[in-house]
Nanobody, 122 residues
Framework: QVQLVESGGGLVQPGGSLRLSCAASGRIFSINAMGWYRQAPGKQRELVAAITGGGSTNYADSMKGRFTISRDNAKNTVYLQMNSLKPEDTAVYYC????????????????WGQGTQVTVSS
């Protein structure tokens, strides 16, 4: 019923920038929090940044000052602007959203995108 589709990943040199996008589609009643997580090889998935429906943001300490999360509620889309990228930012980045569907609007459920690879390397 609901899909999250990420885009914008790729290969970038250290110090470079990338902008990730994640669009939610389907029978959506409302979207509350949206966020980005990442998982590097051999490591657990970790929170990168999150944003509430009202626009309040939260960042992991290592991303503060380098990454910016934003959203366009009219487009059901969340963005992640990543600047000053480091090799340790290499990971698969996943979009997450808390969504109420039209058929079950009383219940908010977590949905995940398929992931987009970000590789930072010279």
């Amino acid at each position: 019923q609901v899909q999250l589709v990420e885009s914008g990943g790729g290969l970038v040199q250290p110090g470079g920038s990338l902008r990730l996008s994640c669009a939610a589609s389907g029978r959506i009643f409302s979207i509350n929090a949206m966020g980005w997580y990442r998982q590097a090889p051999g490591k657990q998935r970790e929170l990168v940044a999150a944003i509430t429906g009202g626009g309040s943001t939260n960042y992991a300490d290592s991303m503060k000052g380098r990454f910016t999360i934003s959203r366009d509620n009219a487009k059901n889309t969340v963005y992640l602007q990543m600047n000053s990228l480091k090799p340790e930012d290499t990971a698969v980045y996943y979009c997450n959203a808390a969504i109420r569907t039209i058929s079950n609007w009383r219940l908010s459920a977590d949905y995940w995108g398929q992931g987009t690879q970000v590789t930072v390397s010279s």
